[in-house]
């Protein structure tokens, strides 16, 4: 049997990096950013001088300045933390972020500045090049990759959706950010690579993606609907599953590799990864019914032996901070956690299972990235800059694709009755007759 997900009868084009807005003279931006956080360094020097030798480095950002004292003074930290009211009134600021980068013998002294727009096609542009002719390549084989944001030293994240991030869980975040998820996952993939599952249940952010190509549904607002489309992709991950370990595979990728094989009596169409963004989930919370078959949908699909290794993968966004969202069953799978500023050191916990989300961020425009602890190691937070599309960039991307192709729902999920065809079982059977009537054939009879 083969895939039945609708294949593309032309080769899918390539977006130009120039598809997205940019800031303008992002260099002159740049070189802007550097000048300021050189000032900084100037007054927090002028200020330490008398205490404490050291040397200063700087670091401009879109968000804040970093600057960097390097000292062999033991009692550094403490006399730089002693300053921290004396900096604030200097630089102008209601406070700065000062603390020891673990395993470094520095101080980071961050400063938050006037803020700049961090556009998701500074990202692109960063990752693929700046050239005109340039265009992003439609990966192949690889799980998805997502837009997170830019660190340290003006690094950008995409991340693939595979290994301890195989799922996201996000507080505090939703509209723009899972706007800049949607379309960095757009950029480089096709519709035979991946397809989507969108649920809003606020009816404000997913209209705008109808007719999508990549889309398996149309975009889903309705608690009702939104059980039933999360039902059916715990089938569809119980199946593969079910399918790869008749096959002899764990992952998706590996899959599909082996049926990609030239000369193979199994040779069929890869299957595609499938990515769920489910925004603010919160209205389906407050009722028993629908909680119970959100929670367990959420649980089945990110257990680990479950979704992601088989390419279903779960994006969960809320704005807020309930506990009915991010209630420890929920949660107990979700190894990559994101949260933006947090209004209590409660709320960071809830979401990050640490503090830090009320403090070390300036704004909304930032977010900590908890990565999972690896023993004896505590979770590491990483601290970004989110990025955001514009209109504009939503619109190109999405009618870039609208013009090639149309979606091909599936049918009867929304309406009760799941007629979508299943054929990844009869796959996995096929391969294995197929490997036994090889085994025959190279043995012999007798063998």
Not at 248 to 272: E, K
């Amino acid at each position: 049997m083969e895939n039945t997900f609708p294949q593309h009868a032309e080769p899918w084009m390539r977006q130009p990096t120039t598809i997205l807005s940019a800031t303008p003279n992002a260099r002159e931006l740049r070189r802007a950013q550097d000048e300021e956080a050189l000032t900084a360094a100037r007054t927090i020097a002028g200020i330490l001088e008398k205490d404490v030798d050291g040397t200063l480095g700087y670091c401009g950002g879109p968000l804040y300045s970093t600057i960097t004292f390097r000292s062999n003074d033991r009692d550094c930290a403490a006399k730089v933390l002693a300053k921290r009211e004396e900096i604030c009134r200097a630089l102008d600021v209601e406070t700065v972020h000062i603390r020891v980068p673990a395993g470094r013998d520095d101080v980071a002294i961050e400063v938050p500045r006037r803020r700049d727009v961090l556009r998701l096609g500074d990202l692109v542009r960063a990752v693929y090049g700046p050239a005109d002719t340039r265009t992003i390549p439609l990966s192949t084989g690889l799980p998805p990759k997502i837009a997170l944001g830019m660190g340290e030293n003006r690094v950008p994240w995409f991340s693939p959706l595979a290994g301890e991030m195989k799922h996201l869980l996000v507080g505090g975040l939703h509209g723009a950010f899972m706007h800049s998820a949607i379309i960095s996952l757009l950029l480089q993939h096709s519709p035979d690579e991946m397809k989507m599952i969108l649920i809003d249940l606020t009816r404000v952010e997913f209209h705008r993606y109808e007719d999508l190509p990549h889309l398996l549904l149309p975009p889903i607002s309705s608690p009702e609907d939104a059980a039933a489309a999360l039902s059916w992709a715990v089938r569809e991950a119980e199946e593969r599953q079910e399918a790869f370990e008749r096959m002899g595979v764990r992952y998706l990728d590996d899959c599909n590799a082996m049926m990609r094989r030239d000369g193979s009596s199994i040779a069929r169409r890869p299957w595609p990864h499938i990515v769920i963004v489910f925004n603010e989930p919160d209205g389906m919370m407050f009722c028993d019914e629908h909680r119970e078959k959100v929670e367990e949908a959420i649980s089945r699909i990110t257990a680990p032996w479950a979704g992601g290794d088989v390419g279903v993968h779960l994006i969960v966004a809320s704005g807020g901070f309930s506990p009915l969202v991010f209630s420890p069953r929920i949660k107990q799978h979700f190894h990559t956690r994101l949260c933006s500023h947090a209004p209590s050191e409660e709320a960071s916990r809830l979401v990050l299972e640490a503090p830090g989300a009320e403090e070390i961020l300036f704004g909304a425009a930032e977010m900590l990235v908890c990565t999972p602890a690896v023993s004896p190691l505590p979770a590491v937070l990483h601290r970004l800059a989110v990025c955001f599309p514009s209109e504009e960039d939503i619109s190109s991307v999405v009618e870039f694709w609208k013009v090639q192709g149309t979606p091909a729902y599936l049918p009867g999920v929304l309406s009760g009755e799941d007629g979508a065809p299943r054929h990844v079982l009869e796959i996995a059977v096929e391969f294995e007759t197929a490997g036994s009537v090889g085994e025959q054939a190279e043995g012999g009879p007798d063998a």
